[in-house]
């Protein structure tokens, strides 16, 4: 069975410095994963998808993600936190199906 | 092109009551995910509606049931409400059944009282 989990629950960053969200997912088959981001009081918004053409994902807002399957990871980065970055964060994974699978969610505060 | 929308944007209920959430699909899309997510918590998925047929559920009981229409548009039918139903109600479109995108609207969120 597929599933998500997001190794933070509160991650806390200086604008400017970088941002990690961590991912790891358990799978026996290449897996579909994905970001979203959802702002207080808003709908989910897809920042970047990973389908197996290429580990290296980019993604909207500056954010991009690499898949590591001998990690099992999929990772959040970006070089430089904005404070309109500040949301929280879901590394989603989706089975056979279509059902997505989202993980606990990571709450991203960015400091002045 | 319109995005998912998603009515009414709140609504409260009492303990026992119906509800009608409603979801429009991003122009093109046929296939409407529903997702109920708790306070502080990820969404879970109750069922998916491909071509106005039930394309999958997940672990929600009966009295969660949907529809969707020939424009593809869905609703989401919840009888009998219960305190735990209190969420936000995602609805997601995607084209073509599952393998595509999901675009998820703003969401419904219920009270129940």
């Known amino acids: 069975a597929q599933s998500v989990t997001q190794l933070d629950s509160h991650v806390s960053v200086s604008e400017g410095t970088p941002v990690l969200l961590r991912c790891n997912y358990s799978?026996?088959?290449?897996?579909?994963l994905f970001w979203y981001v959802q702002h207080p009081n808003k709908g989910l918004q897809l920042l970047l998808k990973?389908?197996?053409?290429?580990?290296l994902v980019k993604g909207i807002n500056g954010f991009e993600a690499e898949f590591k399957k001998s990690e099992t990871s999929f990772h959040l980065t970006k070089p430089s936190a904005h404070m309109s970055d500040a949301a929280e964060y879901f590394c989603?994974?989706?089975?056979?199906?279509?059902?997505?699978?989202f993980g606990q969610g990571t709450e991203l505060s960015v400091k002045p | 092109e319109t995005g998912v929308t998603q009515s009414p944007t709140h609504l409260i209920k009492t303990r026992g009551q119906q509800v009608t959430l409603r979801c429009s699909s991003q122009?093109?899309?046929?296939?409407v995910s529903w997702y109920q997510q708790a306070l502080g918590q990820g969404p879970q998925f109750i069922f998916q509606?491909?071509?106005?047929?039930?394309?999958g559920r997940g672990n929600f009981p009966p009295r969660f049931s949907g529809l969707q229409f020939p424009n593809y548009s869905s609703e989401l039918n919840v009888n009998a409400l219960e305190l735990d139903d209190s969420a936000l109600y995602l609805c997601?479109?995607?084209?073509?059944?599952?393998?595509?995108?999901?675009?998820f609207g703003p969401g419904t969120r219920l009270l129940v009282l």
């Open positions: 997601a479109s995607s084209l073509e059944g599952y393998q595509e995108t999901q675009y």
């Open positions: 990973y389908t197996s053409a290429a580990t």
């Open positions: 509606y491909y071509r106005e047929e039930e394309n």
């Open positions: 989603v994974g989706r089975k056979e199906g279509g059902k997505l699978i």
């Open positions: 799978s026996s088959y290449s897996p579909s």
């Open positions: 122009s093109g899309h046929n296939t």
